[in-house]
């Protein structure tokens, strides 16, 4: 019979390794991204840009998480089947609350979930050039060029998508980065912790 020590780390469940995830999200902006390939139908295009969307706003909300108790199986659990973050209007709910996504990400967003499950939920043949309101997209990469399009709409909205994603990526990463160095510097953290508690303890109270 196996010890409690091996048992417990035969049953722990595989860490969640969110700098795996960025890298290879990384590596498809430098050699290439699916939806934006040429000669794609439309509906690849939004299911193909939207997927990798999804993608990106779970790693943005995972970046705020502790990387110490970020398992697999967590992720699973917050993000897969019935998770609280499951779907795809949650992710930017949560994001925009959490100011992960602000300003222009956060309007194109809503503007690209509602052509997601315009696509997504219709049973006859849909086309980008039918949602003028991709005209109104504002997001922009420099990062990854998209190569002109006859449809503007579908040029607007491949653009509008790249963008988010380059942003969400780089958000991530500071967030990381962020985490990290309070990690590294915790003993100056918790000396300015103990400066704000002398400052409230030694404050007069107020006057009835």
Same mark, same amino acid.
């Given at each position: 019979? &196996? ?5 417990? !780390?035969?049953? &722990? %469940? ?19 991204? &699916?939806?934006? !390939? ?18 990106? @706003?779970?790693?943005? @909300? ?19 089947? !019935? ?26 967003? !809503? ?40 449809? @503007? ?18 958000? %991530? ?25 002398? %400052?409230?303890?030694? %404050?007069? &109270?107020?006057?009835?």
């Amino acid at each position: 019979m &196996a010890d409690d020590s091996t048992s417990s !780390k035969r049953s &722990a %469940s595989p860490r969640y390794d969110i700098m795996e995830e960025i890298a290879a999200v990384s590596h498809g902006l430098h050699h290439g991204v &699916a939806f934006l !390939k040429p000669g794609l139908a439309d509906i690849a295009v939004v299911l193909l840009a939207t997927s990798l969307i999804e993608r990106v @706003l779970r790693m943005s @909300l995972i970046s705020g998480f502790r990387a110490s108790v970020t398992s697999k199986t967590l992720v699973a659990n917050v993000f897969e089947g !019935k998770g609280p973050l499951a779907t795809f209007s949650a992710k930017i709910d949560v994001c925009t609350g959490l100011g992960n996504i602000v300003g222009d990400a956060r309007h194109d967003l !809503k503007i690209i979930n509602t052509i997601r499950n315009g696509f997504a939920h219709s049973p006859t043949e849909l086309h980008l050039s039918d949602y003028t309101q991709c005209r109104s997209l504002r997001v922009t990469s420099a990062a990854v060029a998209v190569e002109p399009d006859e449809c @503007l709409e579908r040029q607007m909205f491949k653009r509008s998508c790249i963008g988010i994603i380059a942003q969400a990526c780089f958000g %991530s990463l500071v967030r990381i980065a962020q985490h990290r160095f309070l990690e590294a510097n915790d003993e100056g953290v918790r000396r300015e912790y103990d400066a704000m508690i002398r %400052s409230i303890d030694s %404050s007069e &109270a107020p006057s009835e």
